[in-house]
C-alpha cells in the first residue's frame, strides 16, 4: 500500500496480527514415558528423581465404559446392546428400547434420552428431535416422530412410539432407522445422526435396551425411489435382494387389518375392515381422508362391490365394517379377494392409496391367510397386510368413491 509523502503508514489488522503474535519460547512436548517411572543408576535406582511424575501434571482418570456412552441401569430382563467408536462418539449416542409384541402385532419404541449431540445452531446447543422409518419401504407411510427439546445437547424425550401390523416376516427383513435431526424454524431441519437396527436381532415380547453412537451416515432415499445403480451400493442391498424374493420392488403404503370368516349356517364370506395404520399421506396438509372398497373377482354381474365410510384427515383410521358375499364355499375357493385403499378428494378423481388381492393366485400372508379362511369355516381369522402401490386393473377404472 502506498502513501503520500508525509503521511503517516497505517497497518491493516492481517500484519498487525502477522507481526505482533509472538508465541514466545517453544517447550518441549512431554513425552509418555515422563508419567511412569524410569530406572536408572542412582542410589535408590530410580534414576536420581526421574522416575516421579512430574509436579504439574494430573494422573490421567479414565472413566469406565459406561460412563462414556452415559449408560444407565436397564430394567430388569432387557438385553442391553451398545458400542463405542472414536469416530462417531463426536455426535452423541442415543439410549432406546424396542419390543416386538408378537401377539399384537406390534412394534414399541421407546425413546429415552441422547447425550453429547453435536452442536447445531450458533448458540452452541441443538434443537433435537428422532424419527423413524421401517426400511425398505415408503418413509412417508411409516415415519414416526418425537416431539423437539429445545436448547440442549442432553435431550430427554421418554416417548413411546408404535408400530402396528408388523408380522414375522417384517422382523425378518425389515430395518428401522432411527435418525436424529436438529429442527430449524427458518430454513431446513439439519441431519445430526442415525443409527440402523435388524429387527432380526430382536426377540419375541423381549425387551432389548440400546445405547449407541449415532452414525455420519447421510440419509437414503426409498428402494423404489433408488435408481438401479444406487441401489447396488446402498447400506440396506441385503434388504433388498430379500424383498425381490418376494412380491417385488413394490412402495408399501402403509397396513389393513382384515377378518375373514366363513359362515357355513349363512353360506357366505364375512369380510371385515378393522383399521389401517400408517398409511401414505395424499393431501397437502400431511394426511389422507381415506376410505376402502372390495370386489370379488371374477365379477360378472359387478355386483360386489362394498364400501367404508371416509375417515378425515387420518393415517391410522378406525373402521370396524362388516360386508357379507353370500356363496358356496367351493365357488368361493375360484375367487380372488381385492381391497383397496382411497383417498376422498371433494372435486376430482379420488387418490389410489394401495391395495392387497387374496386369493389362490395371491403370495406370502395373502394367500396364507385366503387357504386358512376356507379350512377353517365358522373362524373368524384376523390378519395384517402391507399396502402396496400395485393398483389391480380392474380398480384403475373405479376411482370415484
Known amino acids: 500500500m502506498r502513501g503520500r509523502r508525509g503521511d503517516r503508514m497505517t497497518i491493516n489488522i492481517q500484519e498487525h496480527m502477522a507481526i505482533n503474535v509472538c508465541p514466545g519460547p517453544i ?26 511424575a512430574p509436579a504439574r501434571l ?27 467408536s472414536d469416530d462417531t462418539t463426536a455426535l452423541g449416542t442415543l439410549e432406546f428400547d424396542l419390543l416386538y409384541d408378537q401377539a399384537s402385532c406390534t412394534l414399541h419404541c421407546s425413546i429415552l434420552r441422547a447425550k ?21 419401504g415408503a418413509c412417508k407411510a411409516n415415519k414416526l416422530k418425537t416431539k423437539t427439546q429445545r436448547n440442549t445437547l442432553n435431550p430427554v424425550w421418554n416417548e413411546d412410539l408404535m408400530y402396528s401390523g408388523i408380522t414375522d416376516d417384517d422382523i425378518t427383513h425389515k430395518v428401522l432407522r432411527i435418525t436424529v435431526c436438529d429442527e430449524d424454524k427458518l430454513s431446513h431441519n439439519e441431519f445430526i445422526g442415525e443409527i440402523r437396527v435388524p429387527l432380526r436381532r430382536l426377540k419375541p415380547s423381549q425387551k432389548k435396551h440400546f445405547n449407541i453412537c449415532l452414525e455420519r451416515q447421510v440419509p437414503l432415499a426409498s428402494p423404489s ?12 442391498l441385503k434388504e433388498l435382494e430379500q424383498a425381490e424374493q418376494g412380491p417385488g420392488l413394490l412402495e408399501e403404503r402403509g397396513r389393513i387389518l382384515l377378518s375373514l370368516s366363513y359362515s357355513s349356517r349363512r353360506r357366505g364370506l364375512l369380510v371385515g375392515i378393522v ?32 364400501k367404508t365410510c371416509v375417515k378425515k384427515k387420518t393415517l391410522n383410521p378406525e373402521f370396524n365394517e362388516e360386508f357379507f358375499y353370500e356363496m358356496e364355499l367351493p365357488t368361493l375357493a ?28 395371491a403370495r406370502g400372508e395373502a ?30 377404472a373405479l376411482p370415484s368413491a
Open 367 to 396: 394367500r396364507k391367510h385366503w387357504s386358512d379362511c376356507l379350512q377353517q369355516p365358522d373362524a373368524a381369522l384376523e390378519r395384517w397386510h402391507t399396502l402396496t402401490s400395485e393398483l389391480p386393473p380392474a380398480a384403475g
Open 334 to 361: 375360484t375367487k380372488t379377494l381385492e381391497v383397496t385403499v382411497w383417498d376422498y378428494d371433494i372435486g376430482k378423481s379420488n387418490d389410489f392409496i394401495g391395495g392387497v388381492s387374496l386369493g389362490p393366485g
Open 116 to 136: 453429547g449431540l453435536k452442536p447445531m445452531d450458533f448458540n452452541g446447543l441443538a434443537d433435537p428431535y428422532v424419527k423413524l422409518h421401517l426400511l425398505p
Open 27 to 52: 517447550r518441549p512436548i512431554r513425552q509418555i514415558s515422563d508419567y511412569f517411572p524410569r530406572l536408572g543408576p542412582g542410589p535408590d535406582g530410580g534414576g536420581g528423581g526421574c522416575g516421579e
Open 275 to 306: 383399521r389401517c395404520a400408517h398409511l401414505a399421506a395424499m393431501d397437502v396438509n400431511g394426511y389422507s381422508d381415506p376410505y376402502v372398497k372390495t370386489y370379488l373377482r371374477p365379477d360378472v354381474d359387478k355386483k360386489s362391490k362394498h
Open 58 to 84: 494430573a494422573p490421567l482418570a479414565l472413566a469406565p465404559p459406561a460412563a462414556l456412552l452415559g449408560a444407565t441401569t436397564p430394567e430388569d430382563g432387557a438385553e442391553v446392546d451398545s458400542y463405542d
Open 225 to 236: 425411489s433408488m435408481s438401479a445403480a444406487l441401489r447396488g451400493i446402498s447400506c440396506y
